[in-house]
């Protein structure tokens, strides 16, 4: 079975431009979260979906949103960025929403930065 | 608010000496605690939660509310359990997501 799949894996925007990033999930999988990585502040929980709808979300400025298809596949969208938005950001799928009983499987992530 | 402090950032111990990775916890509720490894290359996996109470790897890890505490523990450590070590706590029926820790590099050294 494939893995959680996240495209591009690198990106390179400067500051003001707009991003979009996607997640494909494992088959089957109908809940995408979305985590932010940076040395810094380590892996923060970003927003999670779940049957097209936002369950949940972290404590990010509204620049940050995402949305999630029929398919379960998941964008995340970043608009004005700033240089302090250059990380990772990881996807992870599971069947169900939330991580409780419910064991997460995280994509190899997108390394963007922001010059 | 929900907070996961991990002490070490790393942590270096020779094959066959015994590890522990600490982890503490801050949650007003019960939790539920979770350990997760990315070795070299790879992706961020699970690697145990205190509700399964079982050993993967030969590693174990208890949940000791009254410490607030989830250390990862194994007896003999192995050159290939050199990896990030990430411990991560789930409140509220899962409505945060995963609040991690800052992580721990753990190498074994031969």
């Known amino acids: 079975k494939a893995g959680v799949t996240q495209t591009p894996r690198y990106l390179i925007k400067t500051r003001g431009q707009q991003v979009t990033l996607s997640c494909s999930p494992i088959?089957?999988?109908?809940?995408v979260s979305w985590y932010q990585q940076t040395p810094g502040q380590g892996l923060q929980f970003l927003f999670e979906?779940?049957?097209?709808?936002?369950?949940n979300k972290g404590n990010f400025p509204g620049r940050f949103s995402g949305r999630q298809f029929s398919n379960s596949r998941s964008e995340m969208n970043v608009s004005t960025l700033e240089l302090g938005d250059s990380a990772l950001y990881l996807c992870?799928?599971?069947?169900?929403?939330?991580?409780?009983?419910?064991?997460?499987?995280f994509g190899p992530g997108t390394r963007l930065t922001v010059l | 608010a929900q907070r996961v402090t991990q002490p070490e950032k790393l942590l270096s111990v020779f094959k066959g000496a015994p590890v522990e990775l600490k982890c503490n916890y801050s949650?007003?509720?019960?939790?539920?605690l979770f350990w997760y490894v990315q070795y070299s290359r790879q992706r961020l996996q699970l690697l145990l939660r205190?509700?399964s109470r079982e050993s993967i790897k030969g590693f174990t890890a208890d949940l000791n509310k009254g410490e607030t505490s989830f250390h990862l523990k194994k007896p003999f450590a192995q050159e290939e359990d050199s990896a990030m070590y990430y411990c991560?706590?789930?409140?509220?029926?899962?409505?945060?997501?995963?609040?991690f820790g800052k992580g721990t590099h753990l190498i074994i050294q031969p």
């Open positions: 992870a799928s599971s069947w169900y929403a939330g991580p409780s009983y419910n064991e997460q499987f």
């Open positions: 088959s089957g999988h109908r809940s």
């Open positions: 979906y779940f049957s097209e709808t936002q369950r």
């Open positions: 949650y007003s509720g019960s939790p539920e």
């Open positions: 205190h509700i």
């Open positions: 991560a706590l789930s409140g509220s029926g899962g409505a945060d997501g995963l609040t």
